[in-house]
């Protein structure tokens, strides 16, 4: 590679990753709102022990509900072109960061959340 080729694809690496919000950036500008400080009852950022039983609740089943809005939790946190991966990479975030190990959600785990956030949109209990 020239050394002139090697600048373009350099700027194209940086230009391609700040179009894309990593999990972080999104719990930045609009999970942290409220989840850095515990507004309206939310659990906080690192509360691994009010973390602990939505956590056990499992990926999919808690991105899904999150996503959907829970009581004062706002569906897609209150942004709406929130998308279900922006969303579950931010909620990946925050679990890590507050006593879990999840694994950035791959294209299966997507499919399996889009399926339980349809459920839940009908209202299915379970
Ligand atoms: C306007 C404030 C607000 C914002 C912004 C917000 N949340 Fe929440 N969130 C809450 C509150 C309040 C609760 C607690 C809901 C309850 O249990 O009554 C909550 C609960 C949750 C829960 C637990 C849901 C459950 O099943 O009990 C998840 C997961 C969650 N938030 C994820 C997120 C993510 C991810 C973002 C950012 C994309 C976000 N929230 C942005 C207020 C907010």
């Known amino acids: 590679m020239s050394f002139v080729q090697c600048i373009v694809a350099a700027t194209l690496v940086v230009v391609g990753s700040s179009a894309m919000a990593s ?3 999104t719990y930045q500008t609009v999970c942290a709102n409220c989840h850095s400080k515990g507004v309206a009852n939310s659990p906080q950022l690192g509360d691994s022990s009010k973390w ?3 956590i056990a609740e499992g990926q999919v089943v808690l991105t899904a509900h999150g996503y959907v809005g829970v009581r ?5 946190g209150g942004k709406p072109d929130l998308t279900v991966q922006g969303f579950s990479e931010a909620l990946n975030y925050m679990v890590n960061k507050s006593g879990g190990n999840w694994k950035t959600p791959n294209g299966k785990i997507l499919k399996d959340i889009e399926a339980e956030i349809t459920r839940r949109q009908k209202g299915e209990k379970h």
């Open 23 to 25: 999990g972080e950036e």
């Open 52 to 54: 602990a039983p939505l």
């Open 72 to 76: 004062a939790m706002p569906p897609k």
